[in-house]
């Protein structure tokens, strides 16, 4: 009786004692983890998931542009991604005529899929540990700048042999902030043509308010098409390229998920920070977080106060405070995230273990017990200097669009100060390609003021006021920017038109009046300050921390279990598992998995910038028409949420169920658990997917556009 009792106490702790979803793995760390996952619910092998030879579900995912990621559903070269990792391909074949991103896009044929410039997939062919070759020769005795050009010429070695026998892209990455390397070898197709959207209403349904929000009703997915030339290889767009035949493309589920279902998403995580210091990590939060939600509270309400008198500048300024509003809000979720885990003590209490384990190993002590005070000290010290940083950062540089403008074509403009009329017609010419694109979405009077604001709030706030702000205004009383847009700016509301001519006609003296324009001398002087006196001081301060933070991430390797530490994302492959679960965001509350038809109806507003709906929605809605895809209770289900430890990056990412089979679409995490990014905690941090059976729905019975549909493999099991 005893021993039963002991044995179902064991079997209890076993269920419950799982080990936390938090870890985004390198592909090649799957064999370590499989047994986890299965005992989690998978019921396919590592060797399914990743494997260097084709035919893994890795032939299936890509790079989507760098900058977000997709996966192949047909053996056409399909690829799912998200709206808004397509927004600038659909936005590019938009206009008056053909409003995509307003109506929707659907390629009826082959025929009609549009080609996108300079958009990109990229396939993964294999990722290699390469930390061995990489350090060859590296030792203690050399100074940091030998071990640089060491590592350096080991790194040409090691491209250069792969490069010479191996037809794919390579690349060297850092993990482990230094200790280990990885080399991945890759595939570029670069003819990737736009097969369909859905309308923003659709696609970006609940837009800002509902950004980073759970429960969420929006529909984020586009589709495009790979094509190849005739052995299947990469090609530039041609008209006789054919669709691309994959290695690999995801089955396509309908069955849809249940609450404790296991699920794993494969993607390009972009940057995570979770083996900083505690003191790191609370100056983010409750130091650098408010100061720059404080900088952007300004900004955003500069903005909404014109858009919501002028429809205009609420077209003009959509995306832009769409993107200034998207980190803001995220910032304000990490830092309420971790004050209400008690993250930063849990962090403490980590650290304290970390101490108190070397402590017990005299050698151990001796290489690593300094380097947590080391840390501290360094971060305490340079307080203020990342604040000066984040200011410039985000007032200096972002906080006029103007001198952001400038900015970007400073190499132009700096070499047309020399004056050779090369130079001068370069910079001319350059600046007048760009100022067509730059004025249809500025008003000069929404910049103006929320510069005013943000330069009054800088002088009045910053501990120490940079000197190039008191010798231009005196004091936050003084500040007077009106004059940059007004006499001597050298393009004047009324007057764009009038200077791109300029630029053509007499390009010497249109680039004569940038020069010696209020705003330009203002961007110097933003710079220089910044230059001058910020980042010397950063840099060195930085690369100690950089140093240090390498050292104690192979510190926490020896002392903890290597195989149970991820490396930080880099924008490299990862693989990170969960279950489809929900959670407790606050007392008495309780988040449920899914969200369904009816609550996207429920937010329905007529004529709201982001809770319109399309006419055809609300009547499919009205007739329960869902096709094949409702639940067996007869709802359409549109987003489910999971503990999958996801990052930027990861939008667009396929989510998988415990058979490999595509279930959703990834494209957000939940508010209240942003902070995964420094400090993952399971019983809040949740990625956001769309359910695939509401992107079926839209595509097929909404859209009209089947023949997609017709293309994957569907499997109900
Ligand atoms: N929060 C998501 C991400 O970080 C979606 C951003 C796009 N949507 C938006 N409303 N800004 O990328
Ligand atoms: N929306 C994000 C992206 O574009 C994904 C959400 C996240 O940060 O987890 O990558």
């Keep these: 009786m005893k021993k039963q009792i002991v044995l179902l106490g064991l079997i209890l702790l076993g269920s419950y004692s799982m080990r936390a979803t938090e870890g985004m793995w390198l592909p090649y760390m799957l064999s370590d983890r499989e047994a986890d996952m299965q005992n989690m619910g998978m019921l396919i092998s590592a060797e399914e998931i990743y494997s260097v030879n084709n035919g893994s579900l890795k032939d299936a995912i890509v790079s989507f542009g760098g900058f977000c990621t997709g996966e192949i559903i047909s053996d056409n070269g399909l690829v799912l991604t998200n709206h808004h990792c397509g927004y600038g391909a659909i936005q590019s074949h938009s206009s008056v005529e053909h409003n995509y991103l307003e109506d929707g896009f659907w390629a009826m044929s082959r025929a009609e899929e549009l080609p996108n410039e300079g958009l990109f997939v990229r396939f993964v062919k294999y990722i290699e540990d390469v930390s061995v070759p990489m350090l060859e020769g590296v030792h203690d005795g050399m100074t940091e700048e030998e071990k640089r050009a060491r590592m350096q010429s080991n790194m040409n070695a090691i491209l250069e042999r792969r490069s010479s026998s191996e037809d794919f892209e390579f690349e060297i990455k850092e993990i482990y902030y230094g200790n280990q390397f990885i080399l991945i070898a890759s595939v570029r197709y670069t003819d990737v043509r736009l097969v369909g959207a859905p309308p923003s209403s659709i696609g970006k349904y609940g837009a800002d308010t509902d950004n980073w929000v759970w429960p969420r009703h929006t529909g984020d997915f586009s589709m495009f098409r790979i094509y190849a030339d005739a052995s299947n290889n990469p090609a530039d767009f041609a008209d006789n390229n054919v669709p691309f035949k994959p290695y690999r493309s995801l089955n396509v589920s309908i069955s849809g998920t249940q609450p404790g279902d296991f699920t794993f998403v494969y993607g390009f995580p972009g940057r995570t920070e979770e083996y900083l210091p505690a003191i790191a990590v609370d100056q983010m939060m409750n130091e650098l977080n408010p100061m720059n939600i404080a900088i952007r509270d300004i900004i955003l309400q500069g903005m909404k106060s014109y858009m919501v008198e002028s429809e205009e500048i609420d077209i003009q300024y959509a995306s832009k405070y769409a993107s200034t509003s998207n980190a803001w809000k995220k910032w304000i979720g990490q830092t309420q995230g971790v004050d209400k885990t008690f993250g930063i003590d849990s962090i403490r209490r980590a650290e304290a273990r970390f101490q108190y384990a070397l402590a017990q190993d005299n050698n151990l002590w001796n290489m690593y017990g300094n380097i947590l005070p080391s840390l501290e000290q360094r971060y305490a010290v340079s307080l203020d200097l990342f604040k000066k940083r984040d200011r410039f950062i985000e007032i200096g540089y972002r906080g006029n669009e ?175 598992y969960g279950r489809v679960e929900g959670f407790v965001p606050r007392d008495g509350v309780r988040y449920n998995t899914h969200t369904y038809l009816d609550g996207v109806i429920a937010k329905y507003v007529p004529g709201d910038y982001e809770f319109d709906l399309p006419e055809r929605m609300l009547e499919l809605y009205a007739e329960k028409n869902y096709g094949r895809y409702a639940t067996e209770d007869g709802r359409l289900p549109v987003c489910f949420i999971a503990s999958n430890h996801t990052s930027g990056g990861n939008s667009g990412s396929p989510a998988l169920d415990a058979n490999g089979n595509l279930i959703g679409l990834n494209f957000d995490r939940v508010w209240e658990g942003t902070m995964s990014d420094v400090y993952f905690d399971e019983a809040i941090c949740r990625n956001i997917m769309v359910d695939i059976r509401y992107v079926l729905w839209v595509v097929d019975v909404y859209a009209g556009a089947g023949h997609l549909v017709e293309e994957m493999n569907l499997v109900s099991e």
């Design 402 to 576: 103007v001198i952001r403008f400038l900015w970007g074509m400073n190499r132009e403009l700096s070499a047309a100060e020399n004056g050779s009329e090369e130079a001068v017609n370069k910079a001319a010419e350059s600046m007048a390609q760009r100022l067509s694109g730059f004025i249809k979405n500025y008003n000069a009077s929404v910049d103006s003021t929320i510069t005013y604001n943000l330069y009054r709030h800088w002088m009045s706030t910053a501990e120490e006021v940079p000197a190039f702000l008191i010798d231009a205004y005196g004091s936050p009383d003084g500040v007077d920017i009106s004059g940059m847009y007004s006499a001597d700016a050298f393009f004047r509301p009324t007057n764009y038109d009038a200077f791109i001519a300029l630029l053509e006609s007499d390009p010497a003296a249109a680039i004569d009046t940038v020069l010696n324009s209020e705003i330009y001398t203002m961007m110097k002087a933003a710079f220089g300050y910044y230059i001058g006196e910020v980042a010397p001081q950063l840099g060195g301060v930085m690369s100690e921390i950089n140093n240090l933070q390498k050292d104690y991430m192979a510190a926490q390797m020896v002392v903890g279990d290597p195989s149970e530490l991820y490396p930080d994302a880099n924008s490299t492959m990862r693989i990170t």
